[in-house]
């Protein structure tokens, strides 16, 4: 069974916590360095990010974080968990850094005031069965992506979920649908990488 942790400084961490074990991974919390080294993959849940990262910082987990995401370990990130996924921020905070790791650059709190939260469904490329419902909460989307980071699904024109070899990141919040076809997907990178 793969173990993934999920960084839980800040944010919809018990949400990413269910939909893990829905979708048969074994879970655990890493706040410090020696959690994040006893598991196979991490999740970096939706919530604050200028604040995720101050904490992560704080923690002493944003170099661990790097390395481990250099070596290879699959990562996701939603909404907050993207920008911190996102090799560059197109306007970050002060004190703002990310782990970085897939070639794109976001735009925080893309989608505008009138649009702060919506759902639309959305055709997510590598996942089957019709349609995800997105979720988007103050949720940035990808401004541009280098050449080997793929697209797997847009709204509106602008990229909201991204593959880049084991690392994936989402605008939106699968974790709060109760669907977990996103999840599966990234737990079958996680066993693909073990395997
Ligand atoms: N707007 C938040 C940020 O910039 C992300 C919001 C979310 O994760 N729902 O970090």
């Not at 020696?34 to 992560?56: R, Y």
């Given at each position: 069974t793969?173990?993934?942790?999920?960084?839980?400084?800040?944010?919809?961490?018990?949400?990413?916590?269910?939909?893990?074990?829905?979708?048969?991974?074994?879970?655990?919390?890493?706040?410090?360095?020696?959690?994040?080294?006893?598991?196979?993959?991490?999740?970096?849940?939706?919530?604050?990010?200028?604040?995720?990262?101050?904490?992560?910082?704080?923690?002493?987990?944003?170099?661990?974080?790097?390395?481990?995401?250099?070596?290879?370990?699959p990562a996701y990130g939603s909404c907050a968990g993207m920008i911190m996924l996102a090799d560059k921020i197109l306007d970050p905070r002060s004190g703002q850094e990310t782990v970085g790791g897939i070639d794109m650059i976001v735009r925080r709190n893309a989608f505008?005031?009138?649009?702060?939260?919506?759902?639309?469904?959305?055709?997510?490329?590598?996942?089957?069965?019709?349609?995800?419902?997105?979720?988007?909460?103050?949720?940035?989307?990808?401004?541009?992506?280098?050449?080997?980071?793929?697209?797997?699904?847009?709204y509106d024109g602008h990229p909201v979920a991204v593959r880049q070899s084991r690392l994936l990141a989402t605008s939106f919040h699968p974790e709060l649908t109760g669907d977990h076809r996103v999840h599966a997907l990234f737990v079958d990178m996680v066993r693909e990488a073990l395997a």
């Open positions: 793969p173990k993934v942790g999920v960084l839980a400084l800040q944010g919809d961490v018990r949400e990413h916590f269910a939909a893990l074990a829905a979708a048969g991974a074994e879970v655990s919390a890493v706040r410090r360095p020696g959690e994040l080294a006893d598991v196979d993959a991490l999740v970096l849940p939706g919530g604050e990010s200028t604040t995720m990262s101050k904490l992560a910082i704080a923690f002493g987990l944003m170099e661990p974080l790097r390395e481990r995401v250099h070596a290879g370990m505008g005031r009138q649009n702060e939260s919506f759902e639309a469904p959305l055709e997510l490329s590598g996942v089957g069965g019709g349609p995800v419902e997105g979720v988007f909460i103050r949720a940035p989307w990808v401004e541009s992506t280098g050449a080997r980071a793929e697209t797997l699904a847009s």
